[in-house]
């Protein structure tokens, strides 16, 4: 059974300051994706990575991918309240089936 | 990608009734799920709606309690059923297109049961 687990659940952050999101998995997968979650909201897809050692960029967040490792980061540079949202990793099972991690509540204070 | 169109947004319903879920895609999809999250929790997969034939459930769902129909490739629905307060979250529709593409997600619908 894949097991995805992201760390930490919650993080406070100054603003200016740079953190990263660890998401580990179970079994082997060469789909992994980032969402971003506002209160009462759908889901955001950030990023896509689809093989070891994919590394993608957008603004502030940068996502990487080891498989071999079974790890996914996301990593936040110079965070901003704007980026202050809920932060999933999924992990494709197959065909597009996601098994999520637990989320990372990010809270970015002014 | 895939535009997904979820109805109803939310709903507050009775203890003891049942829902039912529609989700549209402006597109053939390969693949249409559903998916629950609870409040404050993470998102679990329910099952894969099978165009054609009878959904493929997670474990800990059961088709009598969420049954889903899949008549054709751009429309799914999720039922629930015999509903308790302990039904309450948002339900959300995903659809995936093919190997080099992702998951795209509705918007979801957020029920209340009381």
């Known amino acids: 059974e894949l097991k995805v687990e992201q760390n930490p659940l919650f993080l406070s952050m100054q603003e200016g300051k740079n953190y990263t999101i660890y998401c580990n998995y179970s079994t082997t997968s060469d789909r992994l994706y980032w969402y971003r979650q506002d209160p009462g909201k759908s889901l955001e897809s950030l990023f896509v990575?689809?093989?070891?050692?994919a590394v993608k960029q957008e603004g502030r967040l940068m996502a990487s991918l080891d498989t071999k490792a079974r790890l996914s980061t996301l990593h936040i540079t110079a965070a901003v309240h704007d980026l202050s949202a809920t932060y999933f990793c999924a992990v494709d099972k197959g065909s597009g089936a996601l098994t999520f991690g637990g989320g990372t509540r990010l809270m970015v204070k002014p | 990608s895939a535009v997904i169109s979820q109805k109803p947004s939310r709903d507050i319903c009775q203890r003891g009734t049942s829902l039912t879920i529609q989700c549209q895609v402006d597109?053939?999809?390969?693949?249409m799920f559903w998916y629950r999250q609870q409040p404050g929790q993470s998102l679990t997969l329910i099952a894969t709606?099978?165009?054609?034939?009878?959904?493929?459930?997670e474990s800990g769902f059961v088709i009598d309690k969420f049954p889903i129909s899949r008549p054709n490739l751009t429309f799914s629905t999720l039922t629930v059923s015999n509903m308790s307060p302990e039904d309450s979250s948002i339900y959300l529709c995903?659809?995936?297109?093919?190997?080099?593409?992702?998951?795209?997600f509705g918007q979801g619908t957020r029920l209340t049961v009381v």
């Open positions: 995903s659809v995936w297109t093919g190997q080099n593409t992702e998951a795209f």
């Open positions: 990575l689809l093989s070891n050692g």
């Open positions: 709606a099978n165009q054609g034939s009878e959904a493929t459930y």
């Open positions: 597109s053939q999809v390969t693949m």
